[in-house]
């Protein structure tokens, strides 16, 4: 059996990679995260939620629906938290997305609408 050729990757290329990550999900959760948020993903429902709706629904939702199998990485809350947070931990409120479709999903979110020309 052929046996795949191995990458080499500088272990400080990877480790420098992970430390940039984690600085800018730092980043993030300082400057756009409310605390109510912060408090929700912090905690181990959370944590068992997401699990569970990425292992029912193991693909995008929004790539399905352009006919494209993609992996979901990300789980997307309908009702956002600041406006409905009882509804956090529903599982009816949860969508698996890929890190593109969730990315651009929350840029139309906060996007403004454009003026219309009379």
């Given at each position: 059996m052929p046996h795949r050729i191995p990458t080499y990757r500088p272990f400080a290329h990877s480790q420098a990679k ?101």
């Amino acid at each position: 059996m052929p046996h795949r050729i191995p990458t080499y990757r500088p272990f400080a290329h990877s480790q420098a990679k992970r430390l940039d990550d984690a600085a800018k999900q730092r980043e993030y959760d300082q400057a756009r995260r409310n605390k109510e948020s912060k408090r929700i993903y912090n905690t181990d429902a959370w944590q068992r939620a997401r699990l569970i709706q990425l292992r029912e629904h193991p693909l995008c939702y929004d790539c399905l629906q352009a006919g494209r199998h993609t992996v979901a990485t990300q789980v997307h809350h309908i009702e956002e938290l600041t406006a409905a947070p009882e509804l956090a931990l529903d599982l009816d409120n949860l969508r698996s997305l890929c890190l593109s479709c969730h990315m651009s999903l929350h840029r139309r979110a906060t996007r403004p609408s454009p003026r219309s020309n009379p």
